[in-house]
């Protein structure tokens, strides 16, 4: 079975820091583009980050650039997705997401696998 499980979410002020994780299972991970999409209530879903496992290539939204690093550790499957100055239009369900396809994941859709996802509220 493949498994994306995400957590790390919850409730900050504005100016602080979360940390999700994404723990991979049930695929290769080596193989794979993983990353996170985010959606706010009323809002369509747009993509946040994504790592290339394989390389390392990193992409992130205009929105979050400077303030978000995306990071793996292969050796335990796992994506993080560090958050700093968080902003209440960070506010939003975050979802862990992985694709063979990079080109796939900046895309956004025809995803081949999601997670449940994580509830980031950030507080004015």
């Known amino acids: 079975d493949v498994q994306l499980q995400a957590s790390g979410g919850g409730l900050v002020q504005a100016g602080g820091s979360l940390r999700l994780s994404c723990a991979a299972s049930g695929f290769t991970f080596d193989d794979y583009a993983i990353g996170w999409f985010r959606q706010a209530p009323g809002r369509e879903r747009e993509g946040v980050s994504y790592?290339?496992?394989?390389?390392?290539?990193?992409h992130y939204a205009d929105s979050v650039k400077g303030r978000f690093t995306i990071s793996s550790d292969n050796a335990k499957n796992t994506v993080y997705l560090q958050m700093n100055s968080l902003k209440p239009e960070d506010t939003a369900v975050y979802y862990c997401?992985?694709?063979?396809?990079?080109?796939?994941?900046?895309?956004?859709?025809?995803?081949?696998?999601w997670g449940k996802g994580t509830l980031v509220t950030v507080s004015s």
């Open positions: 790592i290339s496992s394989s390389d390392g290539s990193t």
């Open positions: 997401a992985a694709d063979p396809l990079v080109a796939t994941m900046l895309r956004g859709y025809g995803v081949d696998y």
